[in-house]
């Protein structure tokens, strides 16, 4: 490119700057994507896992047993997430009361009831999931492991 040409208000002399003064910047790419762009991803996290962007600030997932375990976990809990959506789509449906407005409706049983119910079904669900967990190696329910209620 032609050196560029200004001529100054005050002094009337012409000026140059050549092209070669222009910095020039490397990208590169990652060889998978990451959780914040450029990052580098911890070693145990080596992009075999479905979802696995190298997020793991707290190295909970060092332990390969564990991080089976945490998986399992969070594919659990994505259950009962669309479990919870399927509830909230039926009482819309049927014209129950909306989700949002149940702490404000008046109930049979008490607040501290319905907790300690609460408590002790997930409790008896925790525990039995985490006994499948440790005879097969994989999540369910009750009894049913791999929970897989499509197939």
Not at 38 to 53: E, I, K, R
Not at 60 to 66: D, F, H, R
């Amino acid at each position: 490119m032609a050196a560029l040409m200004q001529r100054t208000a005050l002094s009337g002399r012409v000026a140059t700057r050549s092209a070669a003064a222009r910095s020039s910047t490397v990208v590169r790419a990652v060889s998978r994507p990451t959780w914040y762009p450029g990052a580098t991803p911890p070693s145990h996290l080596d992009g075999t896992m479905l979802g696995d962007y190298g997020f793991d600030p707290l190295r909970l997932g060092v332990n390969p047993e564990n991080l089976k375990w945490y998986r399992a976990g969070e594919i659990y809990n994505g259950q009962w997430a669309m479990a919870a959506v399927a509830g909230i789509l039926f009482t819309d449906l049927v014209g129950l009361p909306k989700f949002w407005e149940a702490g404000a409706q008046s109930y049979p049983l008490s607040l501290p009831v319905l907790a300690a119910i609460e408590i002790a079904v997930f409790a008896v669900l925790e525990t039995k999931r985490y006994e499948g967990y440790k005879k097969t190696g994989e999540s369910g329910v009750l009894n049913s492991f791999p929970f897989d209620p499509i197939n």
